[in-house]
C-alpha cells in the first residue's frame, strides 16, 4: 500500500510568515491532492497536481510535484489566521485513496 | 459546486446498538468511499465502491461494517454492534471516474459510542 508522510508533522508560525509543508511517497505518484481541515470539520479541496513538475496557485498558497523525488511541497506565503488548520496530502484515486499522515498549522496573530 | 451530503451531523449510540451513516454522493459520479477519522489522528480508508459492490476495503473493515446503495442516491455505511472504539468522525467521498479527478468529500458524521 502507498503511505505517503508528511513533515512537519506541526507547525506554529507567527502570522506573516512564509511555511512549506511537504509530503512524501512511498511509490511513484500519479498525481498528488492537497485537502484543508479545520479543526473537527470536513475536508476542504485546495489543488490537484496531476504532472511532474507542475505548480499551481491559489491565493497565498502554492503547491508542486516533483513525480522523480515522490514528492509534493505546500508553500504558504504571508500566513494569517485563517490558514490555521490540517492540511493533508492524498494519493491519485484508485480503488483506495490515501491521505498522508497530516501537518497541522497554528498561525499566531 | 456540487456537494456530498452526510446525515445525520452528529450520531450518538449506547455499544452494542447498530448504526446506518448516510451519505448522498453527487448524481453523475461512479466511485464511493468512506473514511473515519479518531479524534486527533490520521484519516483513514475504511471501504470504497463501485458498480455496486465493495472494490476494495481496508483491515479495519471487518464483519462488524457493511455498505450499501439502496437506491440511486444514497450510499449507506452500517455498523452492526458498535463498540467504544468506533467513536470517530466518518467521511463520505465520491468522485466521477478514477484518475485524477476531484475526490468530493462530505461534511462528515460525528459518532459518538457511549
Known amino acids: 500500500s502507498q503511505e505517503l508522510e508528511q513533515s512537519p508533522q506541526s507547525l506554529i508560525v507567527q502570522e506573516g510568515k512564509n511555511l512549506t509543508i511537504n509530503c512524501t511517497s512511498s511509490?511513484?505518484?500519479?498525481?498528488l491532492y492537497w485537502y484543508k481541515q479545520k479543526y473537527g470539520e470536513g475536508l476542504i479541496f485546495l489543488m490537484m497536481?496531476?504532472?511532474?513538475?507542475e505548480e499551481k496557485s491559489h491565493e497565498k498558497i502554492t503547491a508542486k510535484l516533483d513525480e522523480k523525488k515522490q514528492q509534493s511541497s505546500l508553500h504558504i506565503t504571508a500566513s494569517q489566521p485563517s490558514h490555521a488548520g490540517i492540511y493533508l496530502c492524498?494519493?491519485?484515486?484508485?480503488?483506495?485513496?490515501?491521505f498522508g499522515t497530516g501537518t497541522s498549522l497554528t498561525v499566531i496573530p | 459546486e456540487p456537494e456530498v451530503t452526510q446525515t445525520p451531523s452528529h450520531q450518538v449510540t449506547q455499544m452494542g446498538q447498530e448504526v446506518i451513516l448516510r451519505c448522498v454522493p453527487i448524481?453523475?459520479?461512479?466511485?464511493f468511499y468512506w473514511y473515519r477519522q479518531i479524534l486527533g489522528q490520521k484519516v483513514e480508508f475504511l471501504v470504497s465502491?463501485?458498480?455496486?459492490?465493495?472494490?476494495?476495503k481496508s483491515e479495519i473493515f471487518d464483519d462488524q461494517f457493511s455498505v450499501e446503495r439502496p437506491d440511486g442516491s444514497n450510499f449507506t455505511l452500517k455498523i452492526r454492534s458498535t463498540k467504544l472504539e468506533d467513536s470517530a468522525m466518518y467521511f463520505c467521498?465520491?468522485?466521477?471516474?478514477?484518475?485524477?479527478?476531484?475526490?468530493?468529500f462530505g461534511s462528515g458524521t460525528q459518532l459518538s459510542v457511549l
Open positions: 492524498g494519493a491519485d484515486p484508485g480503488n483506495q485513496f490515501y
Open positions: 511509490k511513484t505518484l500519479y498525481g
Open positions: 497536481l496531476q504532472k511532474g513538475g
Open positions: 448524481s453523475n459520479h461512479l466511485y
Open positions: 465502491f463501485y458498480n455496486n459492490e465493495i472494490s476494495e
Open positions: 467521498a465520491s468522485i466521477r471516474g478514477v484518475l485524477r479527478e476531484k475526490l468530493f
